[in-house]
């Protein structure tokens, strides 16, 4: 992910190292100069368990934050063998009651049946939206107390420069047809084989396009879908864009049709943008970031035809997006940044 939080510490001048297991990954390149980056060069994040114990005896920083299961249950683990005892704070960025249900080897179950026992060995444990938090108090069996909700840090200068830029996409420079736009990996928790349907039903009353910008295991599956509903010359899946907030500010409506999150950055993002929003009513986030459909339309999960009519009405709607975008400019990277310090700086 874009390393937002690294910079935002390291502009309220705390000295910040960025571990990594690989040296690898599409924001490699935005890594600011003022964060020392640390490649542990392992295989997997099991392998890399001692070297990262390793970096913090050496390092002996006053707290280490992760994010991510797998490398919350290595990082807690790494922190304790050190000798350095610094403070532990594990961030978890979803569902991990969905994440746990579809895992398949033994790796997994492994990890995800580590998370009882390891995460109240950290100090605090931060979920990125309430329902993230509620899901962590049944899964992991952790107290409120221990628990934190801190929303991602999202909007800043950055995305107003980039929304301004030429779109990658050419269908995105044209004005006609509207384009609906949907951001993210091409899994089954984006939903976006039901968002395919939908399409299929708005297109037949009005005239659009489909852009799904990400990479993912389900391309095939979703060109084979797009042809069997007859839409697959106004479908396109260009892959991943290193600029997304180009895309944003020229759709007609950007759509999340997930079937689970846990806060989804890109929603805010594209209403920072200035983008007409549908959701899902998913666990969890988008109810969260839209106040409930305040700030945009929301609609229950596998749900084609309600999503189709939502598609529509946004198409068709004439109402500004100006106050939606002040909101989303309320999830920022200084916000987040106060709060995660906060945290993290917490005295015993």
Known sequence: ARPRLARGMAASNRKVDLVLVRGEGQYLSNVP?????????????????AALASHIRATRPDAVLSALTHMNIAAIMAARVSGAAPRIVVSE?????????????????TTYGAVRWLYPAADAVVAVSRGVARDLETFGKLSAAKLHVIHNPVFDSEIDALAKEEPAHPWLRDRYPPVVLAVGRLHRQKGFDVLLRAFALARAQVNCRLVIAGEGAEREKLFALARELGVADNFSLPGFCANPFALMARASVFVLSSRWEGFPNALVEAMACGARVVATDCPSGPREILDGGRYGRLVPVDDAQGLAAALIEGLAARRGTAVARAHAQGFSVDAATARYLDVLEARP
């Open 93 to 109: 960025r979803n569902q991990i009651s969905e994440k746990s249900r579809g895992t398949m080897n033994w790796r997994q179950r």
């Open 33 to 49: 100069a003022n964060v020392n980056l640390a490649v542990l060069n392992k295989r997997r994040v099991s392998d890399a368990i």
